[in-house]
């Protein structure tokens, strides 16, 4: 679904992979800069 929605917005292959792994890359420093949860 990702992927179609971006390929009808005019986007190449590589450049939604690119968009996902910045996603990903985001979402896991946020998780690393809060540091753990669990005491």
């Known amino acids: 679904q990702y ?3 971006r390929t009808s917005e005019g986007k ?3 450049e939604i992979r ?3 792994k910045r996603y990903i890359a985001r979402d896991l420093y ?3 800069e809060a ?3 669990t005491p």
Do not use: K, S, V
Request: glycine share 6%.
């Open 12 to 14: 190449t292959p590589r």
């Open 35 to 37: 540091g753990p949860t």
């Open 3 to 5: 992927a179609q929605r």
């Open 18 to 20: 690119r968009c996902l």
């Open 30 to 32: 946020r998780l690393l």
